[in-house]
């Protein structure tokens, strides 16, 4: 594919992810590996594992994902145009809402508390793909996937501790 | 008490650069503890609309709380402070990665990685559910989600037939 037609793939994809992104960054993470390792064939589902694993060992909002994937698909104009993407039409939506009125919005705790329930479950699918992702090429993982979930759900400790954890035993056992 | 235009900028470039593994967590407690520009309830009503309007959540938060303060400019300079500074990071692992990704150590070190954020992912979710507490209802809409999105139906449809089925039981007590 010509990089024209990869960069505007890329802005096509993204923005029309953003405009159903409800509940944040990770719970469009499977509708975004369905899009990125499925339909466009981008990468492999591990691949997509791992740039997701290095946008969440690096500071910022949990979306910069995405610049890692415009990066992989189109270089560093690709990373701009996946983020500007996700990002701009949906930020002068929020924008444009700030604006329209400074009152309560009653409706919005009830649109808020029936979406986040959506919100979990995606999260939740979000886990379960990309721990198949890995285990299936690194069998040996399981235990890290399940130590790191327990640590997470039962700990209020920075994740950063099971990322670094994770580091470590990839390191000590998983070199070929 | 409200910050300057400098102040918003630089407080939303240091929650970009300080926070991992997400930032709403590390701007609540700039904004609110440290700082005392908005009160909790503002935050969380901020970070609640946020949640609902498509887009990046903690984005559509920083719009919200910098328009509160400095109209269009205040959105426009919190948005750019969350986001330069995680891009720059960004720019430079990426290009990290293409040179040393092939290798075998960074290799084992990333799929390592990948791992541990896939088992935090589950656990995030785990912890939210426990703390909704949801009724039966929301349990099944969460259930759905969950296994619609295995089978990797598009998630325009997902939400097209979830959204409505959770509103309606949120409103159901």
Redesign the interface.
Known sequence: MSEESDLHALVVSFLG??????????A????MS?LVV?EHGWMSQ?HF??L?????????????VV??IG??VAG?GG?FAA?AA??G???L???G???LQRRE?PW????????????????????????E???R??PL??P??????????RTAR???W??G???????L???? | MSPTRGELFLAYLRI????????NAWARQLLVERKGWLSDQHYAEAL?????????????CA??IG??FHG?AG?LLA?AG??L???A???A??AL?DQYGQL??V???????????????????????VK?R?TPL??L???????L??L?V???L??LG??P???????RR
Do not use: D
Request: charge should be positive.
């Open positions: 992810l953003s405009l159903i992104s409800v509940g944040g960054g990770i469009v993470l499977p509708e369905r499925e591990l594992a791992k997701f694993a290095l946008a969440q060992a690096a500071p910022g909002p949990n979306i910069m610049g890692l990066w992989h560093a990373m983020m996700m990002c039409p949906t930020s939506l929020a924008y809402f700030t604006r919005f919005l705790k009830r649109v808020e508390r029936g979406l986040v329930p959506v919100a979990v479950g995606l999260i939740a699918a979000s886990g379960l793909l990309l721990a992702g890995t285990v090429e690194a993982v399981l890290v996937v399940a130590g790191s979930f327990l640590f997470v759900w920075s994740p950063l099971v990322l954890a994770g580091a470590l035993f990839g390191a056992l998983l070199r070929p | 970009g650069l300080t926070g991992f593994g997400g930032v609640g609309m946020g949640q609902v309007l498509p887009g990046p959540n903690a984005l559509n719009i919200a328009a509160r269009g959105a948005c969350l986001l500074g995680p891009m990071v960004l720019v692992v990426a990665y075998p150590l290799r084992a070190v990333l799929t390592g990685i990948a791992a541990a954020a896939a088992g935090m992912v589950l656990g995030t979710a785990v912890k939210m559910a909704l949801p929301l349990w809409t969460g259930a759905l989600a969950l296994l999105a295995m990797r598009p998630l325009p997902v939400l979830l959204a089925l959770g509103i309606w039981a949120a409103g």
